[in-house]
């Protein structure tokens, strides 16, 4: 294991009225006395002046946890400073100075995982709650850090140790050369239970791999339909340019958007249209991948032109399956707000007086309405899904094997299932996938 001290800011970017600093390593209370003009005693807040030679840095408070009774496993101290990045950084350079080097992404949690403070996957939950979109999401991340997952992991591969164990003993032991019907049985019942129980658990973490997206809509239409002055009223703010000119929007830009405490990705798109020039070809193409990437499309339409045979070739043309048609300009049309029932959906708005944009807000929320019992979800990732997928196919093939009496092959297949799903919890896990996995975190975690 890793002993050289790390160190990293913990909270985000910018000017607070706190910051926190994070330190783990070996023996640190010793290494910081030298800068801490008080010593630190174990999960106390102590009031310190941090000080470099006899220049005050700041007075902060600073609580030590003495392993292995910490995040980490190791000692740790958390420093909560004033929150301005002059004072914070300065703070970083005086424990480089002392032999506390900087963390790299994830790194806090990547001790805490050597140390057996949590597995891998509560390792992947902290990265998922911290970056949750939705309620849902966050709920659905504390069952798989409270270890709900990875109990439900560890039941399905302690069946499978008995189930292999049992095979094992009939090979071992077996009566006048011929295998025992009644263990054939047996063992049968057995797989029949724990292909149920896998086939649950990889439609739990479907669910969660859906919750662990957050939902993506792409605003699309021709030029001037008013796409940029949409997503500028649902931002509340100057966010895209918007002018009369056709072709202001020449790339793809995502925003984030905030409804209800839920976050959606919003996706402001070039104009797609006909045209020779290569700078709007280029944006065109750019919406053609936002397109095909968005969970859902948001197609604007001028209502004083109305739904032409252009924009359903547009629509046709660049594949656009789940939409909402959003008509635009109901104040000129004198038209009342409204949703359609039809398919696609029909939104009649005004962006300019605002007329209808809680109808538009409305649609957008039903991203996250579509499920929401999130008690017994967890928040899944793929590789998460594809283990299980794995080890539910050589049990399916386990089955086969049971069925045709060739407990050999029916001893492997039960241990390459086992070896499949175990590594879930990252039971000799590979270096790419620990770096994939903790280069997603941010620093200070």
């Known amino acids: 294991m890793k002993t050289q001290a790390i160190c990293a800011i913990a909270t985000p970017p910018g000017s607070s009225a706190l910051g926190i600093i994070r330190i783990s390593g070996n023996n640190l209370k010793n290494l910081t006395k030298q800068i801490f003009s008080k010593d630190l005693q174990n999960r106390k807040a102590i009031l310190v002046s941090i000080l470099d030679d006899k220049t005050l840095l700041d007075n902060c408070i600073s609580i030590f946890y003495e392993t292995p009774r910490s995040y980490t496993g190791e000692d740790m101290i958390e420093i909560i400073c004033h929150g301005n990045q002059v004072i914070m950084n300065s703070i970083l350079s005086l424990l480089n100075k002392i032999g506390v080097r900087l963390a790299k992404p994830g790194e806090f949690t990547e001790r805490a995982l050597y140390n057996d403070k949590v597995d891998l996957i509560q390792a992947e939950a902290i990265s998922d709650l911290i970056s949750a979109s939705d309620s849902r999401a966050v709920k659905a991340a504390h069952n798989s850090l409270s270890g709900k997952f990875a109990d439900e992991i560890k039941t399905i591969c302690d069946k499978i140790l008995a189930t292999r164990a049992e095979v094992e003993s009939v090979i ?159 104040d000129i049309t004198k038209k009342e707000p409204k949703i359609t029932t039809t398919k696609p959906q029909e939104i009649y708005v005004s962006v300019k007086t605002g007329q209808g944009m809680h109808l538009v807000e409305q649609i957008i929320k039903t991203a996250f309405e579509s499920d929401n019992s999130s008690e017994n979800i967890y928040l899944a990732r793929g590789r998460h899904i594809e283990c299980l997928q794995n080890g539910q196919k050589h049990l399916i093939d386990s089955d086969k094997a049971a069925n045709e009496k060739a407990l050999d092959f029916l001893a492997e297949e039960l241990r390459l299932s086992h070896l499949a799903i175990s590594s879930i919890l990252g039971q000799n896990p590979t270096e790419e996938l620990l770096t994939e996995i903790f280069t997603s975190f941010c620093i200070g975690k």
């Open 172 to 330: 071992n032991f077996p009566e006048d050369d011929d295998v025992p019907e009644l263990s054939i049985t047996n063992i049968q019942k057995s797989l029949s239970k724990i292909l149920t129980d896998i086939e649950g658990l990889i439609k739990k973490s479907k669910k969660g791999l859906a919750l662990n997206n957050r939902p993506t809509y792409a605003v699309v239409g021709k030029p001037n339909s008013g796409k940029s002055s949409l997503i500028n009223s649902l931002l509340r703010e100057d966010a895209s340019i918007v002018t009369s000119k056709t072709g202001t929007t020449r790339d793809s830009i995502c925003y984030q958007l905030n409804i209800d405490e839920s976050i959606v990705n919003i996706i402001d798109t070039a104009g797609i249209h006909e045209t020779n020039d290569e700078v709007e070809k280029e944006g065109i193409a750019r919406s053609a991948l936002s397109i095909a990437k968005a969970d859902r499309v948001l197609y604007v339409v001028d209502d004083d032109q109305g739904l032409t045979e252009e924009d359903k070739n547009l629509i046709e043309k660049y594949d656009i399956k789940d939409y909402f048609l959003v008509f635009n300009k109901i």
